[in-house]
């Protein structure tokens, strides 16, 4: 029996198998990416916190990145053209990620 909020997929196979572990897979990230957004709200709402100045700065180089007509590759280039983009914004995202797990730690809210 599923637990409530959990997301379970029917098959014909055993229930113990290959598609249970997805939906298991599935429902941690979604978790995991509810928990970040709350955290990061609360991150914002926190009159205490001050965001990082390294991370404003590389979240305007990535808008001005993206927005701004010439790349280091061009996008018409099928893969490789939006390759540059989506390394930029992993990497922003990344930072992101650590510095909203910095601020749950400190708060004790993981």
Known sequence: ??????????????????HRAKAVVHRSLLQRIGHGYQT????MRD???VFPTRLKIAALVLALYIIFPFDVVPDFFPVIGFADDTALLAGI????T?????????RGRE
């Open 1 to 18: 029996m599923p637990k409530t909020g959990t997301i379970e997929y029917t098959t014909t196979e055993d229930q113990s198998g290959p």
């Open 40 to 43: 990061f709200r609360m991150m």
């Open 47 to 49: 009159t205490g916190y």
């Open 93 to 96: 995202f990344w930072m992101l």
């Open 98 to 106: 650590n510095e909203i797990t910095s601020y749950a730690r400190q």
